[in-house]
């Protein structure tokens, strides 16, 4: 057992949310059907298996770090305080990252949990993350990552079928283009995708400019969780991921289902690992840890990853209209 309460908490919490929703979706329940619109996105019927008793998770798992403000998705906005007396950190959670792939069985979802102090809590001042793989039906397997302020990654792969756990190590690809791997513009979902898929295609024509045909040799993967395709960066799986949602929507004048903070709380986890997290301009991804925020993020594999794209792609984000010139 690792010796830090509050990484040791998180796991805990992320292995107790897993086990109710696996044992959640055992019931004669239509998973796909829409429960409801939260301030951040909609909310399916399996996103309520996760909430139902959440607080009580946490007052459970968490004992020794209360009192906390709890943020997440199907609570109070402003948060729900757990424990007694005024909470000096915010733990923020997205029970469950992936919905729509979980809900269809598709692929895993992610539990993602992450501890900030108050009162000014940021991506950037996270203390704790940690981020728990919600499997499909088709396998057994669950990655559990977790970082704090010291110490190594804790990474584990959990074999839910017997009850055991092996430590691995995971590495992000060490490429340096992204030819033969998966480099994703993300657009997951209809209104923007047009104006998406230029950028794309104008970043592989500026990373190949004579080469048409080299620009099919990069591969895209519409993975619909943030944490999902942070994962895939972290285990060498993706070179490559730009999710622009928010500067499309700004260039197109309308209202586009994006990222939030709260979908995005493995980050430190990443960047453990040795991805670079950016925002749209190049800069560290940072923003104010809630569940609301549009948030447009980069992730490269590798610094020689990121010293080959990120000049094309901030060439296609001015030639598609995303961002105007200085």
């Known amino acids: 057992m690792n010796n830090d ?24 329940r239509e998973w796909s059907a829409l429960a409801g619109v939260a301030a951040s996105d909609q909310q399916y019927e399996i996103d309520r298996i996760s909430e139902e008793g959440l607080l009580d998770a946490v007052a459970s798992h968490c004992a020794p770090l209360l009192p906390l403000r709890v943020l997440s998705e199907g609570l109070d906005p402003a948060g729900v305080i757990v424990g007694k007396g005024e909470p000096q950190q915010l733990l923020i959670i997205d029970p469950v990252d992936g919905t729509r792939g979980l809900m269809h069985d598709k692929r895993s979802a992610w539990f993602l949990a992450a501890l900030a102090p108050l009162p000014d809590a940021r991506l950037r001042t996270i203390t704790h993350a940690v981020m728990v793989e919600l499997p499909h039906a088709r396998t057994h397997l669950s990655d559990v990552l977790a970082v704090g302020p010291q110490g190594p990654l804790l990474a584990s792969t959990d074999d839910l079928s017997a009850d055991t ?15 033969h791997g998966f480099a994703t513009v993300v657009r997951f979902f209809g209104g923007a995708s047009e ?4 950028v794309h295609d104008a970043l592989l024509a500026a990373l190949h400019p004579d080469d048409p ?26 070179r490559f991921v730009a999710d622009l949602r928010p500067l ?9 289902r994006s990222a939030h903070p709260y979908d995005l709380l493995a980050l ?7 991805v670079i997290i950016t925002d749209a301009h190049g800069a560290p991804l940072d923003a104010p840890l809630d569940i609301t925020t549009p948030v447009a993020w980069v992730g490269y594999a590798s610094a020689a990853l990121r010293a080959r794209v990120e000049p094309a792609l901030q060439s296609s984000l001015l030639s598609t209209g995303l961002v105007q010139p200085h």
Not at 6 to 24: E, F, H, P
Request: one cysteine or more; hydrophobic letters at 40%; glycine letters at 10%.
């Open 5 to 28: 309460p509050q990484m040791n908490a998180l796991r805990a919490l992320g292995r107790s949310v897993r086990k109710r929703v696996l044992r959640g979706r055992r019931e004669p």
């Open 248 to 256: 499309a929507a700004r260039a197109l004048g309308i209202k586009v």
């Open 195 to 198: 104006l998406l898929g230029r």
């Open 268 to 274: 430190p986890i990443a960047e453990r690992c040795g």
């Open 213 to 238: 045909l080299a620009r099919q040799d990069a591969f895209e993967d519409q993975y619909i969780s943030s944490g999902g395709q942070m994962h895939a960066l972290i285990t060498g799986r993706d």
């Open 165 to 179: 756990s092996r430590a691995i190590a995971p590495r992000p690809s060490q490429a340096a283009e992204l030819r």
